[in-house]
Nanobody, 118 residues
Framework: QVQLVESGGGLVQPGGSLTLSCAASGFTFSSAAMTWYRQAPGKERELVAAITSAGGIPNYADSVKGRFTISRDNAKNTVYLQMNRLISEDTAVYLC???????????WGKGTLVTVSS
């Protein structure tokens, strides 16, 4: 059974940093592209950062470029999101997604809440 468990969220002051983790199990982690999404209250879910199965050049939303870094450790079945210089607009539930074309898989974690506030 595929499981994605996010952790590392919490309350942080503007300008601060957090590192999110997503621990994966139930599938061959190295076969899946991994993506962080976020959803703020009253807003649509948006892509934050994505990394290919081989850990190639990541893709970032314009709003987080230069502040967030996605990485993966295939030996630990974990993907990370390092978030620096956080702003109030980064407040959201952050969700981990695993996607693979063959065999087809598209799985989600339950999310971890990040609140940026003074």
């Amino acid at each position: 059974q595929v499981q994605l468990v996010e952790s590392g969220g919490g309350l942080v002051q503007p300008g601060g940093s957090l590192t999110l983790s997503c621990a994966a199990s139930g599938f061959t982690f190295s076969s899946a592209a991994m993506t962080w999404y976020r959803q703020a209250p009253g807003k649509e879910r948006e892509l934050v950062a994505a990394i290919t199965s081989a850990g190639g050049i990541p893709n970032y939303a314009d709003s987080v470029k230069g502040r967030f870094t996605i990485s993966r450790d295939n030996a630990k079945n974990t993907v990370y999101l390092q978030m620096n210089r956080l702003i109030s607009e980064d407040t959201a539930v952050y969700l981990c997604n695993a996607n693979r074309k063959f065999p087809r898989m598209n799985s989600w974690g339950k999310g971890t809440l990040v609140t940026v506030s003074s």
